[in-house]
């Protein structure tokens, strides 16, 4: 015990470590020849603002059928180059039918001047040949004689500093051919690396097509330089010593690090159209100050909720679960720190519901410890085997949602691509402090006699429900549920859709004098309209202010009217009223659909490796019931698809899946112990024997969802209601869905499912 103590404490020990050092630093360190303090929260734009770029896009000579896809491609890339990782949150827009509109939370000068940076750079790639006897005709061009037709004199930048010094650039001319061999159209990959003496630079992997290309053209040149041309200067011009067919290549030079990181993020993302940034504001919350204090103070109090639960419930042992949430919610934020990722409203509701979730992991524990107590052991190895027993069922329960977010990660756009970062995240801090910090606490308490027993409420006992006898029942209710929903939501049409997929109006009014955001809300609230989102501008050249009304479409003129006869003292004065695209696009939708299909294939193979194919048909089949009828529910109860909606529905999946694969693991456990006895009494006798522990974790879930629904506000209360209805759910499918599809399956295809008793 001693030795599993020692090597527990040192691993938590350097974790805490890690986490102090990025939320309190204890020095500045220099990155890139500035001063950087690393430990500093970003907030999103909802709750502190950022930065908006007006960007025109040069559509001249182009068809009016093209403009169209220009302008989403622009987009596209636009999107990619500033949020990379899916960290950031940006909003995105078009505006009109040349310019996109572009807010990025924080507003540093160091952060407006890099952004503005990605989103200008053209970053146009190319791989030019240089004429073989390079020095022998830049001589003969020096003293007066025209280049070779088909070639050009381009310059590049030599550093000529000795070793110790700083560093110092010459120009260095090339003849290289005007027609480029490669552009960088090719690109697939590009990411920073570091160069053969330890410099910063950018890797490069071709698609196939460029891979052949590359390949034949290195071939043929054999012993001669290639140039690597980026916007019209030499990065690099190394010797071809052979054919390179693997489509690989490196830019290296005078670069930093971040200009390293920026360079592959925007040859990457290539902008087949020109843009320019028009103009520059510092924009406010999009929150209200009133909105944003219920929402917090709703949050504090979820999370206050789910501690005191813990602590009257199992007493010691809850109060060493609370001990590792409170170091789950450092770590996280830790996490995001590092990641450089913005925390917004619905992220702070995330990182309840993910401390919500992860008590999940310490019922799951302690509700073994008292099985394993009232088999007659003693409390030491009672806290071991429950430890041992529960193990694989948290590995488990953590690797089928692992599965989904991996598959967010590398599929998914956006929000979505940003939601499974955080997600995995929020998993992984909670598979640490359960099966670490909570058995050191344990070890460290039972090897100084400290703690000897622990008292834990009993409030659901031994139960014998016939639980599988009522499962034609619910499964019609389940059905007639989710027909009802989408026949409901058909009928309501475009009004299921927020402003966030189908865009709307953008007001844009010059302010003389300020008006509370609560205030403008209430009037907007009056005249009539019911999505709209009041934000705050300063134009960064003359400070001008200004108020921007997102709308939904054909209400910006409602609003200008109603704030005008308001206010009188606040000199509204029209500047634009535009139309705007969604700040969710379809495809950021459609890789949701597409990576929620993904996971359950993963989800359909993972359960299938560890269990057997049947649980795996029952564990697909109730995640996409829970989000179809999720879905259903929340449609016929009015509301509309938002971004904060698609992160409920995202989460709801984690959720279900982790109570059914614990049931799942418990008719396993049983097919052992009771070889004898008949499958459907089986599958009743496990899923009361996990009743309690499902109603303790989906209670504790429900009560910070309440808590969020009850006290918050705006945003935070529709994602509360969507996770609400979810957590309801995926409780009632685990017990009424998931089991009688394996007993039906099982029997269908006559699959014998004791045969886990002997694999």
Not at 393 to 407: E, F, G, K, P
Not at 663 to 679: A, K, Q, S, T, V
Request: proline residues 3%; charged residues 20%.
């Amino acid at each position: 015990m001693v030795k599993s103590i020692f090597w527990r404490s040192m691993v938590t020990l350097a974790v805490l470590g890690l986490t102090f050092y990025y939320l309190y630093p204890p020095f500045d360190i220099k990155k890139d020849g500035r001063v950087v303090t690393p430990g500093k929260l970003k907030l999103g734009l909802d709750l502190r603002g950022g930065t908006s770029f007006l960007v025109e896009v040069d559509l001249s000579g182009k068809e009016t059928s093209q403009k169209s896809s220009a302008l989403d491609q622009a987009l596209k890339i636009l999107h990619n180059r500033i949020d990379p990782s899916g960290v950031r949150e940006p909003i995105i827009q078009k505006m009109g039918e040349t310019r996109i509109n572009i807010q990025i939370p924080g507003a540093t000068e160091e952060q407006v001047a890099a952004d503005k940076a990605k989103i200008e750079k053209v970053a146009k790639l190319e791989f030019r040949m240089v004429h073989p006897r390079n020095a022998e005709m830049l001589e003969m061009i020096s003293q007066g004689e025209p280049a070779p037709i088909g070639y050009e004199v381009i310059y590049g930048r030599e550093n000529i500093a000795k070793k110790g010094e700083p560093a110092s650039f010459v120009k260095r001319p090339y003849l290289v051919k005007i027609r480029p061999e490669l552009g960088g159209s090719y690109v697939k990959r590009a990411m920073r690396s570091f160069d053969q003496v330890g410099g910063a630079a950018v890797s490069i992997t071709l698609n196939d097509e460029g891979a052949e290309i590359f390949g034949k053209v290195t071939e043929k040149h054999v012993n001669e330089l290639m140039a690597i041309v980026l916007d019209g200067e030499v990065k690099s011009a190394p010797v071809i010593r052979g054919a390179i067919y693997g489509g690989r290549c490196e830019i290296s030079g005078s670069m930093s690090p971040t200009e390293a990181e920026e360079l592959a993020s925007v040859l990457e993302n290539p902008l087949e159209t020109p843009v320019r940034i028009v103009e520059v504001r510092s924009v406010g919350p999009s929150l209200a100050e009133d909105s944003i204090k219920r929402s917090i103070n709703a949050s504090v109090g979820a999370t206050l909720a789910i501690v005191v639960f813990m602590l009257l419930y199992y007493s010691v042992a809850g109060l060493i679960a609370d001990i590792a949430l409170v170091m789950n919610l450092f770590i996280l934020l830790a996490l995001m720190v590092c990641f450089n990722a913005s925390l917004t409203l619905p992220g702070v509701a995330g990182i309840v519901l993910v401390l919500g979730m992860a008590v999940d992991a310490n019922v799951l524990i302690y509700e073994r410890i008292r099985e394993e107590i009232a088999q007659g052991k003693s409390f030491r190895n009672a806290v071991v085997a429950g430890y041992s027993r529960a193990f694989l069922t948290i590995i488990d329960s953590h690797v089928t949602t692992l599965l989904t977010a991996a598959i967010l990660i590398l599929f998914g756009t956006g929000a979505v691509k940003g939601f499974g970062v955080t997600l995995t995240m929020g998993l992984v801090v909670s598979l640490f402090t359960a099966l670490f910090v909570t058995r050191i606490i344990f070890d460290f308490l039972i090897y100084k006699g400290w703690l000897q027993n622990v008292k834990m409420l009993h409030v659901i006992g031994e139960t014998k429900i016939d639980f599988l006898a009522a499962r034609n029942f619910m499964m019609v209710i389940s059905a007639v549920l989710i027909a009802a929903g989408f026949y409901w939501g058909a009928q309501r049409g475009p009004d299921i859709w927020g402003i966030d997929f189908r865009g709307g109006d953008t007001l844009v009014m010059k302010v003389r004098e300020r008006v509370s955001l609560d205030a403008v809300s209430d009037v907007l609230k009056t005249a009539g309209l019911k999505e709209f989102t009041p934000q705050y501008q300063t134009a960064s050249l003359d400070s001008q202010e200004f108020l921007q009304v997102n709308t939904d479409f054909n209400q910006g003129g409602i609003a200008q009217a109603a704030l005008q006869k308001a206010f009188p003292k606040a000199g509204f004065e029209l500047f634009q009223l535009d139309k705007v695209g969604p700040a969710v696009g379809q495809e950021i939708l459609w890789t949701a659909l597409l990576s929620t299909i993904l996971g359950l294939v993963g989800i359909l193979l993972y359960v299938s490796l560890r269990f057997e194919f049947p649980f795996a048909v029952g564990a697909v089949v109730g995640v996409a019931h829970d989000v179809a009828i999720t879905l259903a529910i929340y449609m016929m109860c009015g509301g509309q698809f938002s971004a904060p909606i698609v992160a409920a529905v995202l989460t709801i999946i984690g959720f279900s899946i982790n109570d059914t694969i614990v049931i799942f693991d418990r008719i396993r456990e049983n097919l052992r112990l009771h070889p004898g006895l008949e499958l459907e009494k089986l599958m009743n006798l496990s899923v009361n024997q996990t009743l309690g522990r499902t109603i303790l974790t989906s209670g504790t879930a429900f009560l910070a969802t309440a808590s969020l629904y009850v006290f918050g506000a705006g945003v935070l209360k529709d994602f509360a209601f969507c996770f609400g209805i979810g957590v309801v759910v995926g409780t009632f499918s685990s017990v009424y869905i998931c089991a009688p599809i394996v007993l039906w399956w099982s029997k269908w295809r006559r699959h014998d499912l004791r045969s886990l008793v002997r694999g």
